[in-house]
């Protein structure tokens, strides 16, 4: 059973999510680690409303996350490996403003002050990670295509399988929304996903 945690920070009635993960049952034993980079936190929501909104606490799984699980449970069961406890995925944003409609947070972003470490992914992911799924969809503002291009060249760096690239020569990433309408590009990077397991 996959239980996820994260970071909930309000900053000018803007809602931040950081430090997000995902854990396959035992949180106290990481015995595999992925990585998995979206656009920003869509509608997760934190599982009490009583907790401290600065400290990690558990989270409902939303609809994203729930694909993400789902596809790599997909990807153990083709492969030779099995899932075990503690299997690790770190969920990245390219900026961390909560809002699942696209165009609010990115308009949010554009007029945030608090862009820190928005250029630096490659520090925050963890260098032990069997591959880093990219996923943040179709890019077209030029503020979020520049901070796209210096994140991909200093991950490229890390010499860690990249996976999740559309076919052509943007930096267009298939976000799991859209592979969820798309059989056979789905099934494709599931057998990708258990290639790197």
């Not at 803007?14 to 997000?20: A, E, G």
């Not at 992925?34 to 409303?49: D, E, F, Q, R």
């Not at 409902?60 to 596809?71: A, F, G, V």
């Amino acid at each position: 059973m996959w239980k996820g945690f994260a970071e909930f920070e309000s900053i000018q009635k803007i809602i931040y999510r950081r430090k997000t993960f995902l854990v396959y049952d035992n949180v106290q034993n990481t015995s595999n680690i992925y990585s998995v980079i979206m656009l920003n936190p869509g509608s997760c929501k934190p599982a009490s409303t009583a907790n401290n909104k600065s400290e990690l606490q558990e989270i409902i799984l939303d609809q994203t996350m729930h694909w993400i699980t789902n596809w790599m449970e997909l990807a153990f069961n083709r492969s030779e490996k099995k899932i075990k406890d503690g299997c690790i995925i770190n969920i990245y944003n390219l900026f961390d403003i909560r809002n699942q409609n696209k165009d609010e947070a990115l308009y949010q972003f554009k007029h945030s002050c608090n862009k820190e470490g928005i250029e630096g992914l490659s520090d925050k992911i963890d260098k032990k990670s069997n591959f880093v799924w990219i996923a943040w969809g179709s890019i077209t503002d030029s503020e979020l295509l520049k901070i796209a291009t210096i994140n991909e060249n200093t991950i490229k760096k890390l010499n860690i399988p990249i996976i999740g690239k559309t076919p052509d020569e943007s930096l267009n990433y298939y976000h799991p929304r859209y592979l969820n309408t798309q059989p056979d590009k789905r099934e494709f990077l599931i057998n990708l996903l258990a290639k790197y397991l």
